[in-house]
């Protein structure tokens, strides 16, 4: 071999070397780019999770003290009916929340069969239908005269007994698709720790 074909051969070698070189290097930035990809969404994730169960939980923590309140409930107590006001509010206050505690979630998990399995938007619909039940009888109350409408009162009163225990287990389905979506969100979330 003479000194020409050595050094062609040296320049191939090395004009080799720097293309798998190269190519080595391509595939890991690419690997390294979506590893970084994944730890964002990842992290997004958990974020998104994390505020997405706080409200959960505050909001079954509100429907079981709507429930014990209305299992209680002695409608001719005003103490009782404000605490159930009260918590209706906080109710309507946790939804006004929801639009930015919970809607990031529906971009990285689906909970549509959760929804159809309890028939979710049927359950709220409901519960506003129960809402507005309660809020007329409730109109229809403080219309009355009492001294001359006792037997009408009291019939109102049962009526609203009964529109309370209807809610009471609308509520009831609210809170069974609360903790399937937080079981939903915890199985997913155990893939990333495992």
Avoid at 72 to 81: A, E, K, L, R, V
Avoid at 98 to 123: C, G, M, W
Wanted: contains cysteine.
């Amino acid at each position: 071999m003479n000194i020409s074909e050595l050094i062609s051969a040296g320049f191939i070698g090395s004009v080799t070397t720097l293309t798998i070189k190269s190519v080595i290097d391509m595939l890991n930035a690419h690997n390294q780019y979506r590893r970084e990809l994944k730890m964002q969404v990842f992290k997004r994730k958990t974020d998104v999770v994390e505020k997405a169960i706080a409200w959960y939980q505050e909001a079954l923590d509100t429907y079981n003290m709507m429930q014990i309140t209305i299992k209680g409930i002695d409608t001719s107590n005003q103490t009782t009916w404000l605490t159930l006001q009260k918590l209706i509010m906080k109710c309507n206050n946790l939804f006004e929340e929801s639009v930015s505690r919970l809607n990031p979630l529906y971009l990285y998990y689906d909970f549509q069969e959760i929804e159809r399995k309890f028939h979710a938007t049927e359950s709220l619909e409901r519960i506003n239908d129960k809402l507005t039940e309660i809020l007329k009888i409730e109109e229809k109350v403080s219309k009355l005269d009492l001294e001359n409408n006792l037997s009408e009162y009291e019939l109102l009163q049962k009526e609203e007994a009964f529109v309370l225990q209807d809610y009471s287990k609308e509520i009831e389905n609210q809170k069974y698709i609360i903790i399937s979506i937080q079981e939903q969100l915890r199985e997913e979330y155990k893939k990333y720790l495992s």
